[in-house]
């Protein structure tokens, strides 16, 4: 006899988004079961996933609440500030370079500057960080070990979800195993290529950047002091965020930075295919010298291709989307994930809000509600996530001079830069409780 199960929320896609929804909800008390296709042994290896992501601090608010944040603390890696700067193009020394890593056309946002003006902190070193750049497979670890351990949290994988049907008064489905789900709600967390939202219907803007994302983790002989580095250069970003120290096979302590480089993807391959000293010879020569010698220290690289991906809607009849698969955005501000995970934050809380008054969390007004939350946030970070690759990835003399200009103008106006650095850290607009430090 296949087995039947009856839960409230069923999640397609047990990534970090689908995962942190999962806890979210089982901490609440709200049964979920999650269905992966993939195996959790393969996705705690490090070779799954190279990325190492910027939590914003809304982010890792919620991810604390949720239980999930203990599981990464130790390896998270504090920002304290972020220096953007626009670079030469490749071949000639670069900005930074030239002038040791203090170009004046650059923009530096500190941590102390958001103390100062929340009042929080007299002193600004002891202001709470910008974010913290984690690991993707420490994240997945937390997400995996936290749903070991709830009871109200089922995560079947590798397993596979077929005959899935949405109806007014709930969700089926069966798993590739036979078992039978019912559900009040179906939630497609399964990323860019979602079946759920496929299946669904729901149209899909999608635009090709012709930029691949190389990604690694890298060694250098000084300390990075907590500073994210950005550098623009013609093909787009080479970015070099700040990592906690790891000792090598010898005991030495090496200073890390985990490196997202935005390479053209017609010239992506002969970077990918370079041995480690011919690697580590291109990333110096974009990089400049400001943390002195360059090395690759994770044992290969990764790459993704790079595009923009928008469902037209983010709901459907007891359908919800959350991150990847609604949205798909450049990793030129590290906010895919936090994207994400504001959608995790609202969605519960519309869930939990809605299961407190005993209404159907699968029914419409509980799905506009977390449609509305989101719209503004996800469609401004789309605009502005592609505004600034094409306004940087570009070599043109005027446009140039201009991003340089604004860049300067910028930095000095404090209170621009603060409005910029709260957008950055998940902290404007309606906050859902979780992102606020909140219980649902
Ligand atoms: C180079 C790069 C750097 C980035 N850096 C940052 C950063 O610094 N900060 C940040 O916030 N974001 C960053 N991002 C974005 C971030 O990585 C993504 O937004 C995030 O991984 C999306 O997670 P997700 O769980 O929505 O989707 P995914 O990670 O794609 O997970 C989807 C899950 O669904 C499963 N699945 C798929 N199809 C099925 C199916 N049919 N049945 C069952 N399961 C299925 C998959 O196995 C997978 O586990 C970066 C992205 C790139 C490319």
Redesign the pocket.
């Known amino acids: 006899m296949a087995e039947r199960v009856e839960t409230e929320v069923l999640i ?7 995962l942190t929804l999962a806890a979210a909800l089982a901490k609440a008390g709200v049964a979920v079961m999650v ?4 195996d959790p042994a393969a996705m705690r290896e490090e070779a799954f996933d190279g ?1 190492g ?2 939590i914003a601090r809304g982010s890792q608010q919620a991810l604390a609440v949720t239980g999930l944040w203990s599981g990464m603390a130790a390896a998270a890696s504090p920002i304290l500030d972020i220096r953007i700067s626009d670079g030469s193009p490749v071949g000639e020394p670069t900005e930074v370079a030239r002038r040791g890593g203090a170009s004046a056309l650059h923009l530096h946002f500190s941590h102390g500057d958001v103390a100062q003006e929340t009042g929080r902190g007299a002193s600004p070193a002891a202001a709470p960080p910008l974010g913290h750049i984690v690991e993707n497979t420490v994240i997945r670890r937390a997400c995996l070990a936290r749903a070991a351990e709830r009871d109200s949290l089922d995560l079947r994988a590798p397993a ?2 077929t005959e899935v049907a949405r109806g007014p008064k709930g969700v089926t489905a069966r798993l590739g195993d036979g078992t039978a789900v019912a559900a009040r709600l179906l939630v497609a ?5 979602s ?1 759920q939202r496929r299946d669904a219907g729901i149209r899909v803007t999608q635009v090709g950047y012709s930029q691949t ?1 190389i ?1 690694a983790t890298v060694a250098h002989e000084r300390p990075h002091h907590g500073v994210a580095h950005e550098h623009f250069l013609p093909a787009g970003p080479f970015a070099l965020l700040p990592m906690n120290d790891a000792e090598d096979e010898t005991g030495l302590m090496v200073h890390r930075s985990s490196l ?1 480089w935005t390479e053209r993807s017609d010239l992506a391959p002969a970077m990918l295919a370079l041995d480690r000293a011919g690697f580590a010879a291109e990333m110096q020569r974009r990089f400049g010298d400001s943390l002195g010698r360059l090395s690759l220290w994770s044992a290969r690289t990764w790459s ?1 291709p ?1 595009s923009l991906l928008h469902a037209e809607r983010m709901i459907d009849q007891r359908l919800a989307l959350v ?3 609604a949205h798909g955005i450049h ?1 030129i501000a ?5 994207l ?1 995970l504001r959608d995790v934050a609202a969605l519960a809380e519309s869930i939990v809000d809605a299961r407190r008054l005993g209404l159907d969390i699968g029914n419409p007004q509980v799905l506009e509600r977390y449609q509305r939350w989101r719209r503004f946030d996800t469609l401004a970070l789309i605009a502005a996530t592609d505004s600034l690759n094409r306004l940087f990835s570009n070599d043109l003399p005027p446009v140039r001079l201009l991003r340089d200009l604004g860049l300067a103008a910028v930095n000095r106006m404090p209170p621009l830069k603060r409005f910029f650095m709260r957008h950055a850290m998940g902290l404007v607009g309606e906050l859902p409780r979780l992102l606020k430090g909140e219980a649902l």
Do not use: I, K, T, W
Not at 35 to 38: H, I, Q
Not at 189 to 193: F, K, L, M, Q, S
């Open positions: 397609a896609g047990g990534g970090m988004v689908g269905v992966d296709r993939l990325r992501s910027a596979e979800l967390a399964d990323g860019r290529g079946a994302g990604v997202v993704y790079l991150g990847d698969a990793p590290g906010q895919g994930l936090n994400g």
